[in-house]
């Protein structure tokens, strides 16, 4: 929810390359949150089809390991978004 409020506050990023790098990094986190959701839509599909198993855990690992480095990225671009935001 951060991040989509970050996203309709921005500037307009055309004005000053520090508002387009701000637009670049929530377009980033955005985007690989947007691939988390897909690999999470994926794995409750294998769930509900009953394609997983322990032998057979289709897209839950990638998932999990997928959604770690996404919320990782997410705190970086938050974290980065704010420190701009305060230094300037």
């Given amino acids: 929810m951060a991040l989509v409020a970050l996203v309709f506050g921005l500037d307009d990023p055309r004005r000053h390359a520090r508002d387009a790098l701000r637009a670049v990094i929530l377009g980033f986190a955005v985007f690989h949150g947007v691939i988390a959701a897909m690999l999470a839509l994926r794995s409750l599909a294998d769930a509900r089809g009953g394609r997983t198993s322990w032998a057979r855990r289709g897209a839950a690992p990638i998932w999990q390991l997928f959604q770690s480095f996404w919320l990782g ?4 671009s ?3 978004v704010a420190a701009q935001e305060v230094l300037s």
């Fill in 73 to 76: 990225t997410s705190a970086v």
């Fill in 78 to 80: 938050l974290t980065l």
